[in-house]
Protein backbone atom coordinates (compact mmCIF):
# COMPACT_ATOMS: atom_id res chain seq x y z
CA UNK A 1 0.00 0.00 0.00
CA UNK A 2 1.12 3.48 -0.83
CA UNK A 3 1.82 5.46 2.42
CA UNK A 4 -0.81 7.77 2.96
CA UNK A 5 1.24 11.00 2.79
CA UNK A 6 2.29 10.28 -0.62
CA UNK A 7 -1.48 9.11 -2.12
CA UNK A 8 -2.61 12.41 -2.73
CA UNK A 9 1.32 13.76 -3.73
CA UNK A 10 1.20 10.71 -6.25
CA UNK A 11 -1.83 11.39 -7.98
CA UNK A 12 -1.23 14.52 -8.27
CA UNK A 13 1.90 14.13 -10.37
CA UNK A 14 0.24 11.79 -12.55
CA UNK A 15 -2.00 14.33 -13.33
CA UNK A 16 0.55 16.89 -13.85
CA UNK A 17 2.24 14.33 -16.37
CA UNK A 18 -0.68 13.78 -18.32
CA UNK A 19 -1.44 17.37 -18.82
CA UNK A 20 2.42 17.68 -19.86
CA UNK A 21 3.43 19.98 -17.13
CA UNK A 22 5.41 17.15 -15.31
CA UNK A 23 7.96 16.52 -17.28
CA UNK A 24 10.12 13.18 -16.58
CA UNK A 25 13.46 11.96 -17.78
CA UNK A 26 15.29 8.52 -18.28
CA UNK A 27 17.13 7.77 -15.87
CA UNK A 28 20.01 4.90 -14.94
CA UNK A 29 18.94 0.80 -15.17
CA UNK A 30 15.09 2.26 -16.36
CA UNK A 31 14.90 3.96 -13.49
CA UNK A 32 12.63 7.81 -14.51
CA UNK A 33 13.41 10.83 -12.98
CA UNK A 34 11.31 13.91 -12.23
CA UNK A 35 13.30 17.47 -11.07
CA UNK A 36 13.03 20.32 -9.54
CA UNK A 37 14.87 23.41 -8.34
CA UNK A 38 15.43 21.57 -4.93
CA UNK A 39 14.32 17.74 -4.96
CA UNK A 40 14.09 15.07 -7.18
CA UNK A 41 11.78 11.87 -7.69
CA UNK A 42 13.15 8.66 -8.96
CA UNK A 43 10.50 5.94 -9.75
CA UNK A 44 11.86 2.84 -11.18
CA UNK A 45 10.63 -1.15 -11.44
CA UNK A 46 12.23 -4.31 -10.57
CA UNK A 47 11.19 -8.37 -10.25
CA UNK A 48 12.21 -11.15 -7.88
CA UNK A 49 11.88 -13.94 -9.37
CA UNK A 50 12.24 -16.11 -6.61
CA UNK A 51 9.18 -14.66 -5.05
CA UNK A 52 7.58 -14.07 -8.17
CA UNK A 53 7.12 -10.58 -7.01
CA UNK A 54 7.10 -7.54 -9.06
CA UNK A 55 7.56 -4.37 -7.28
CA UNK A 56 7.82 -0.41 -8.46
CA UNK A 57 9.63 1.82 -5.80
CA UNK A 58 9.24 5.34 -5.39
CA UNK A 59 12.44 7.65 -4.37
CA UNK A 60 11.72 11.72 -3.02
CA UNK A 61 15.53 13.29 -2.89
CA UNK A 62 15.45 16.70 -1.18
CA UNK A 63 18.62 18.01 -2.06
CA UNK A 64 19.01 21.00 -0.49
CA UNK A 65 18.89 19.09 2.96
CA UNK A 66 19.82 15.92 1.93
CA UNK A 67 16.45 14.36 2.93
CA UNK A 68 15.53 11.31 1.45
CA UNK A 69 12.30 9.18 1.80
CA UNK A 70 11.40 5.75 -0.32
CA UNK A 71 8.82 3.13 -0.11
CA UNK A 72 8.41 0.45 -2.85
CA UNK A 73 4.99 -1.54 -3.66
CA UNK A 74 4.26 -5.51 -5.00
CA UNK A 75 2.25 -6.66 -7.67
CA UNK A 76 0.48 -8.40 -4.63
CA UNK A 77 -0.44 -5.31 -2.61
CA UNK A 78 -3.63 -2.63 -3.53
CA UNK A 79 -2.13 0.25 -4.68
CA UNK A 80 -0.15 -1.42 -7.26
CA UNK A 81 -1.69 -0.36 -10.21
CA UNK A 82 -1.61 3.02 -9.35
CA UNK A 83 2.06 3.10 -9.27
CA UNK A 84 2.02 1.02 -12.52
CA UNK A 85 0.23 4.17 -14.06
CA UNK A 86 2.78 6.36 -12.27
CA UNK A 87 5.55 4.88 -14.00
CA UNK A 88 3.65 4.06 -17.35
CA UNK A 89 2.89 8.07 -17.51
CA UNK A 90 6.23 8.82 -16.55
CA UNK A 91 7.58 6.73 -19.21
CA UNK A 92 5.55 8.01 -21.52
CA UNK A 93 6.72 11.77 -20.37
CA UNK A 94 10.37 10.46 -20.39
CA UNK A 95 10.35 9.08 -24.28
CA UNK A 96 8.61 12.00 -25.74
CA UNK A 97 5.95 9.50 -26.72
CA UNK A 98 3.57 12.05 -27.96
CA UNK A 99 5.87 13.02 -30.69
CA UNK A 100 7.40 10.08 -30.86
CA UNK A 101 3.39 8.34 -32.40
CA UNK A 102 2.93 11.68 -34.72
CA UNK A 103 6.55 10.99 -36.49
CA UNK A 104 5.34 7.60 -37.07
CA UNK A 105 1.83 8.19 -38.87
CA UNK A 106 3.60 10.87 -40.76
CA UNK A 107 6.19 8.51 -42.13
CA UNK A 108 3.11 6.43 -43.09
Known sequence: MIP???????????QKTEEGIAKWEKGFEGSLLLKSKNSTIEI???TIDDEELHYYYFKFINIENKNQSM?????????????ENLYIVASASANNI???LDNFLDSL
Open 4 to 14: SNYSKFIKEII
Open 71 to 83: FRISNDQSDYKVM
Open 44 to 46: GKY
Open 98 to 100: EEE
